[in-house]
């Protein structure tokens, strides 16, 4: 009967001890699936920022970042705790398969006292881990922002009564400029906002009409997302996205090849039951305007780019006429 593993010894009543090399095979997957939780992480930010060639310029400094290490850390030790406290409820339910029947109300009771805990650690790994991946879209969000920041503030909107050539209104209401830039920082941390029935729709309605005549010309339906979320996350990553952008280092006016830093700060929406009120207890949480028992995490990020400075424009020439 030894050879046969996590069954029990007739002869003596008592349950055969697993091999050696299968309790290290199953430590070995549970360090794994710690290990992993951070790599799917950033797999699920590339994914919701849409990638492409421009992380080389952001993720570094990301995944460096003070936030997503310290909720990296906290992922894996809770990815840990609920690993040890999965194998302690496999091995109760492994005894209790060998217990008489007198001695199962011992094994319930064991069974009863370890199942809120590793749900409540589940709750946890989830919460942290869409904290984890939300570090990483305000830092996406602060490059987003400096990359609008530098092509639109040589802007020149003078023309149409507005800004100068790199010239900044400081009054975030009266900056067609700034306005820019706030939106594409929002615009980066829309796949990870809020989208709950609370949270009111946006006044963009040509946000939800353009994608439909998008999935019309390519003669797709139109996901049921767009209608029921779409509005509701912009409304949420407009209304809780906050970009401060530094001054010029001389005068009113940013020089050419001057470096344009934008610093983002945004209000994470913690989604997790039970556990958002944790993470908003021991961090720097609020309570949200959308709801009762609603949270969130206020998120910062800063970016730094090289402003382009130069006009946007061609000037146009005159000729004279052929004699």
Same mark, same amino acid.
């Given at each position: 009967m !030894?050879?046969? &593993?996590?069954?029990?010894?007739?002869? +003596?009543g008592?349950?055969?001890?697993?091999p050696?090399?299968t309790?290290w095979?199953?430590l070995?997957i549970?360090?794994c699936?710690?290990?992993?939780?951070?790599v799917?992480g950033?797999?699920?930010?590339l994914w919701?920022t849409?990638?492409?060639s421009?992380?080389?310029?952001?993720l570094?400094?990301?995944?460096?970042s003070?936030?997503?290490i310290?909720y990296a850390?906290?992922t894996?030790?809770l990815?840990a705790?609920?690993?040890?406290?999965c194998?302690?409820l496999w091995?109760?339910?492994a /005894?209790?398969?060998?217990?008489r029947?007198s001695?199962?109300? #011992?094994a319930? &009771?064991e069974?009863?006292?370890v199942l809120?805990f590793?749900m409540?650690?589940?709750?946890l790994?989830?919460q942290?881990s869409?904290?984890? &991946?939300g570090h990483l879209?305000v830092?996406y969000s !602060?490059?987003c922002a400096? /990359?609008t920041a530098?092509?639109?503030?040589p802007?020149d909107?003078?023309?149409f009564?507005?800004?100068?050539q790199n010239?900044?209104?400081p009054n975030?209401?009266?900056?067609?400029k700034?306005r820019?830039i706030? /939106?594409s920082?929002a615009w980066?941390?829309?796949p990870?906002?809020?989208?709950?029935?609370?949270?009111?729709?946006?006044d963009?309605p =040509?946000l939800?009409g #353009?994608?439909?005549?998008?999935?019309?010309?390519?003669?797709?339906? +139109?996901?049921?997302?767009? %209608?029921?979320?779409?509005? /509701? %996350?912009?409304?949420?990553?407009?209304?809780h996205t906050?970009?401060?952008?530094s001054?010029?280092?001389?005068?009113?006016?940013?020089? =050419?090849?001057?470096?344009?830093q934008v610093s983002?700060r945004h +209000?994470?929406?913690?989604?997790?039951?039970v556990?958002r +009120?944790v993470?908003?207890a021991?961090?720097?949480?609020v309570?949200?305007?959308?709801?009762?028992g609603?949270?969130?995490?206020?998120?910062r990020?800063?970016c730094?780019l090289t402003?382009?400075?130069?006009q946007?424009?061609?000037d146009e020439e005159?000729?004279?006429q052929d004699q």
């Open positions: !030894a050879g046969n &593993v996590g069954q029990s010894d007739r002869s +003596t008592q349950k055969t001890a697993p050696v090399s309790r095979g199953w070995l549970a360090v699936f710690v290990l992993l939780i951070p799917f950033v797999a699920a930010c919701a849409g990638g492409g421009s992380a080389g310029q952001w570094p400094h990301a995944l460096g003070r936030g997503f310290k850390l906290i894996m030790a990815g705790a609920l690993c040890v406290a194998h302690m091995r109760i339910g /005894r209790a398969r060998v217990r029947r001695e199962e109300g #011992g319930i &009771v069974f009863a006292l809120p590793a409540s650690l589940l709750l790994l989830a942290s869409f904290l984890m &991946v879209c830092q !602060a490059y400096a /990359r530098i092509v639109a503030i802007d909107l003078a023309r009564g507005g800004e100068a010239y900044v209104n975030p209401d009266s900056s067609a700034q820019r706030l /939106r920082a980066a941390v829309m990870v906002s809020c989208s709950t029935g609370d949270q009111q729709k946006s963009l =040509e939800v #353009g994608l439909e005549e998008f999935f019309t010309a390519y003669g797709k339906e +139109t996901p049921g997302w767009v %209608k029921a979320n779409l509005e /509701r %996350k912009w409304r949420y990553a407009i209304d906050f970009v401060d952008l001054p010029p280092l001389s005068g009113d006016l940013y020089g =050419e090849a001057e470096d344009v983002v +209000t994470f929406y913690l989604s997790v039951p556990a +009120t993470f908003a021991l961090d720097d949480g309570e949200l305007d959308i709801g009762i609603e949270y969130g995490l206020i998120m990020a800063t730094s402003n382009e400075g130069v946007d424009y061609v005159t000729f004279p």
